[in-house]
C-alpha cells in the first residue's frame, strides 16, 4: 500500500463520518477515527506477541477478551446497522472502561474512560470500520505512512479549536528534542503532552540506540511519560505513539496542575521534560494552593511543575510566553528567581511571531534548563523572521533549516550574527528580567525589516507600560508592602577593599552621584599603594557625597577594579535579614539618605565613615518576595528605558529606508505583490 492509496482510505473515512449527524465536526470524527484505529493497531500488536510467543514456545494471554478483540467484532459480517450500535455503546466501551488487573489494563481503560462518540448510522460505521481494517499496521512502512498522515490529520483539527493548543510545529520539536538530547535509561516527560509531538519524537530520537530485547523492553514501557487532562487527546496521543513504535506508552489522563509539587518524591521526578504548555489560562485558587508561588497564569503553574519534576542532573525544554521573562508580580519575579539561581538555564531561544500559527501574534521563546547548579550565563539566540516578511505563517511555516543556526550554537557553541551571551551579574544586575532582546537589532536597518523593527518597537513600549502599570499597581497598595521595625546594620556590615600595596591597579572605578559604576575618567594619583579593591558583591560609596546617592554595589567582574583611597568598601554578611539590592534601594531612598545625614560626622564637610554606616538603622522588609518583586521592577523598567532609543532609532531608520525604496502593487485578482511599473 502507497501513501497515497492509505491518504484515499482515510480520506474516504472521514467523508463518510463528516456525513453523519454524529460525528460531522472535526472533534468528533477525529475521536471516532482515533479510537477505531486505537484498537485496530492495538490488536495488530497483540497478534505479534502471540507469533511470537507461539516461535518461542511460551503462553502470552491477551489483554483483551476474544469476544471485544478487533478480528472478532470488526469483521463478524453479521454485525451490523443498529447491532453494531448496540454493541459498540453497551458492550464494547464499557468492557473496555472496566478493564483493570494490571497497570497495562489500567491505562487502556483510563483512555477510553470518556470516549463517548459513536456514529449514528450502524451501516456508515460498518463502512468505516472495514476502511480502517484494510490497513495492515504489520508492515512498517504503513506504520510510517500513517504516522505521516494521522499528523496531517491533527494539523487540520488545529482549525477546528482542539488541537491547536497541543499542536506544535515539528521543526521547533525536533530541534528542541535535539538539543536536549534524550537518551535509552531516562525518563522522558510531557505534562501536557496533547497529541504526544515531544514524546514521538523523543521516541524516534532514541528508538535507533535499542539493540537488544531487554532495551526494547525498557523502550516500549519504561522510557515515554505523559500526562494529558483532555480525553481526546490522551487517547490521540497514545495512537500517535503506538503508531510510532512505542507498544506501551505511560500516558496518564490527569489536570497535572492538580498535582501538588510542593513535596515531590524522587522517585516520581524524571531526567527530561519536553513540553509546549497552554498559555493564558486562569486556574482557580484551589489549584494555586498546589505550587509553591501561587498564580492563576498556567503556563507559571507548569514552570513551576516541570521545575519540581526535574531530578537532579535532569534537563528541560519547553516553550513559553514572552510575559514569563520579565513580568514582575511577586509569584513571575519569584519563580523566575529561583529558575536562575537553583537551575542552569543554558539557552533561551526567542522565536518570531507566527511560529504557531493558532497563536500567530503570541511572542514564544524555548527555554533549556538542566538541575545542576546555578545559572553562570545563558546563550540567547534570535531566530530571525522570513526575508521580506513580517512573521512565519501557515503558507509560509518556520523550516528546519533556519532553525540550524540554534542547535549550532546550543550544542556545539558556534556562534553567528543571531547569537549571544548575558552573564549572571548581568541578570541579576535587571533585576532577573530575562526579556533581553537581540543586541543587533538596531544594526539591521534595511527597507525589508522597517515592519519587523517598528513591530519590535511596539512590543518594546508594549513592555514597558506593562511593568510601568505594576508600579503604578504598587505604588496604590504599598500595603502590599509592608515594613517591620529598623535596626542597625551594624552586625550585618563587614568593611572590605584590601588596600594596593606593592599591586600596580589594571583598571580605576569611579562611582556618580547617580549610583553608577563606570572607569574612571580622571588621573589617578602618582601613589596607588592607597587604592581599594572593589570586588563583585562589594558596596562602595563616596564619604562626602553618599548623602545624595554617590552609592553603588558592584554586581559583576566587569564592574571591579580600583577605587579613591578616601572611598568606603563593605558588604553585607550572609546572615544578613535582607540582600544588597533591598539594602542599596533604601540607602538611596529618600528616608535612607536622611538616615546618612543623620549618622555623619564633621562641621562643614559632613563625611559617612565605616561606623557611621554601622550606626544606620533599616527597616526590615515585612514580606521578602514582595519586595524582591518590586525591586526587580524599578530594575527592569530601567533596563527598558536604557534600551528603549536604541530600538527607536533602528526602527525608525528602517522606515526611513522603506519610505523612499521602490513600491510593489498588490496584484488585484490574487493579492500578492508584484512590481510597480511606474
Keep these: 500500500m502507497t501513501l497515497s492509496e492509505l491518504q484515499a482510505k482515510i480520506k474516504s473515512a472521514s467523508d463518510k463520518m463528516r456525513a453523519d449527524d454524529n460525528t460531522k465536526n472535526a472533534l468528533k470524527y477525529l475521536e471516532q477515527l482515533t479510537w477505531l484505529l486505537f484498537l485496530k493497531v492495538f490488536d495488530s500488536l497483540e497478534e505479534n506477541r502471540e507469533m511470537v510467543a507461539e516461535i518461542d514456545d511460551t503462553v502470552y494471554k491477551p489483554l483483551i477478551e476474544d469476544e471485544y478483540r478487533w478480528g472478532t467484532w470488526a469483521r463478524d459480517s453479521k454485525l451490523s446497522g443498529d447491532d453494531l450500535i448496540d454493541f459498540v455503546t453497551d458492550d464494547l466501551l464499557p468492557y473496555l472502561r472496566e478493564l483493570s488487573g494490571s497497570s497495562r489494563a489500567e491505562r487502556f481503560a483510563a483512555i477510553f474512560a470518556e470516549v463517548r462518540t459513536v456514529m449514528k448510522s450502524g451501516y456508515s460505521l460498518k463502512e468505516v470500520i ?142 527530561v521534560i519536553l513540553t509546549n504548555p497552554p498559555f493564558g489560562g486562569n486556574e482557580n485558587p484551589q489549584v494555586q494552593q498546589n505550587f509553591p508561588s501561587k498564580a492563576a497564569a498556567t503556563e507559571l503553574l507548569f514552570l513551576q511543575h516541570c521545575m519540581a519534576k526535574l531530578r537532579d542532573g535532569g534537563r528541560s525544554a519547553i516553550v513559553l510566553p514572552d510575559g514569563i521573562l520579565y513580568r514582575t508580580e511577586t509569584a513571575f519575579s519569584t519563580v523566575r528567581r529561583r529558575l536562575i539561581n537553583e537551575f542552569n538555564v543554558t539557552a533561551i531561544v526567542r522565536l518570531p511571531t507566527g511560529v504557531f500559527p493558532a497563536a500567530a501574534d503570541i511572542r514564544t521563546n524555548l527555554i533549556f534548563f538542566a538541575k545542576s547548579g546555578r545559572t553562570e550565563s545563558i546563550r540567547y539566540y534570535q531566530v530571525p523572521s522570513p526575508p521580506g516578511k513580517r512573521s512565519y505563517s501557515k503558507t509560509n511555516p518556520l523550516t528546519r533549516e533556519v532553525l540550524k543556526g540554534v542547535e549550532h550554537w546550543l550544542v556545539a557553541g558556534e556562534p553567528d550574527e543571531y547569537s549571544w551571551e548575558v552573564s549572571y551579574e548581568t541578570l541579576v544586575e535587571s533585576g532577573f528580567d530575562l526579556d533581553i532582546p537581540w543586541p543587533n537589532t538596531s544594526q539591521v536597518t534595511g527597507a525589508e525589516t522597517a515592519g519587523e523593527q517598528l513591530e519590535e518597537l511596539q512590543a518594546r513600549l508594549s513592555i514597558l507600560s506593562e511593568l510601568t502599570e505594576t508600579l503604578v499597581k504598587a505604588h496604590a497598595e504599598l500595603h502590599d508592602y509592608p515594613l517591620q521595625e529598623a535596626i542597625p546594620i551594624g552586625n550585618f556590615v563587614v568593611e572590605t577593599g584590601v588596600r594596593a600595596g606593592g599591586k600596580t591597579p589594571d583598571r580605576f572605578v569611579g562611582v556618580s552621584n547617580s549610583g553608577g559604576l563606570a572607569a574612571f575618567k580622571g588621573k589617578p594619583a602618582s601613589d596607588t599603594s592607597r587604592y581599594r579593591e572593589l570586588r563583585p558583591g562589594d558596596f562602595v560609596y563616596n564619604p562626602m557625597r553618599v548623602n545624595v546617592g554617590s552609592i553603588a554595589l558592584c554586581r559583576r567582574e566587569e564592574e571591579a577594579g580600583w577605587v579613591s583611597p578616601d572611598y568606603a568598601v563593605f558588604r553585607l554578611t550572609e546572615d544578613a535579614p535582607f540582600d544588597a539590592e533591598y539594602l542599596l534601594m533604601y540607602l538611596k531612598s529618600e528616608q535612607g539618605r536622611a538616615e546618612i545625614e543623620r549618622q555623619s560626622r564633621g562641621a562643614v564637610r559632613r563625611r559617612l565613615y565605616i561606623d557611621g554606616l554601622q550606626r544606620v538603622t533599616v527597616p526590615l522588609p515585612g514580606d521578602a518576595e514582595a519586595w524582591s518583586a518590586l525591586i526587580s521592577s524599578f530594575a527592569s523598567v530601567r533596563r527598558h528605558l536604557r534600551e528603549l532609543p536604541v530600538t527607536s532609532v533602528g526602527a525608525l531608520a528602517a522606515f526611513e529606508a522603506a519610505v523612499f525604496s521602490p513600491r510593489e502593487e498588490p496584484d488585484e485578482r490574487t493579492g500578492e505583490a508584484n512590481p510597480s511599473l511606474d
Excluded at 480502517?132 to 490529520?153: K, P
Excluded at 499542536?167 to 525536533?174: F, G, L, Q
Excluded at 497529541?195 to 531487554?214: D, N, Q, R
Excluded at 514501557?221 to 487527546?233: K, L
Design 130 to 271: 472495514a476502511i480502517v481494517d484494510s490497513i495492515d499496521f504489520h508492515a512498517l512502512d504503513n506504520h510510517h505512512s500513517m504516522s505521516v498522515i494521522y499528523e496531517w490529520l491533527l494539523a487540520q483539527t488545529a482549525d477546528a479549536g482542539w488541537s491547536g493548543e497541543f499542536y506544535t510545529p515539528r521543526p521547533v520539536v525536533e530541534t528542541m528534542v535535539r538539543c536536549v538530547n534524550p537518551k535509552l535509561g531516562e525518563k522522558v516527560y510531557d505534562p501536557c503532552c496533547g497529541s504526544a509531538g515531544f514524546l514521538v519524537a523523543s521516541a524516534e530520537h532514541i528508538a535507533p540506540s535499542t539493540k537488544t530485547t531487554e532495551q526494547r523492553e525498557q523502550f516500549n514501557s519504561g522510557t515515554i511519560y505523559g500526562q494529558e487532562s483532555g480525553e481526546i487527546a490522551a487517547l490521540v496521543g497514545t495512537m500517535n505513539l503506538i503508531l510510532h513504535g512505542v507498544e506501551d506508552p505511560q500516558i496518564i489522563r490527569r489536570n497535572t496542575l492538580e498535582q501538588d509539587i510542593r513535596n515531590v518524591n524522587p522517585s516520581d521526578q524524571v531526567d
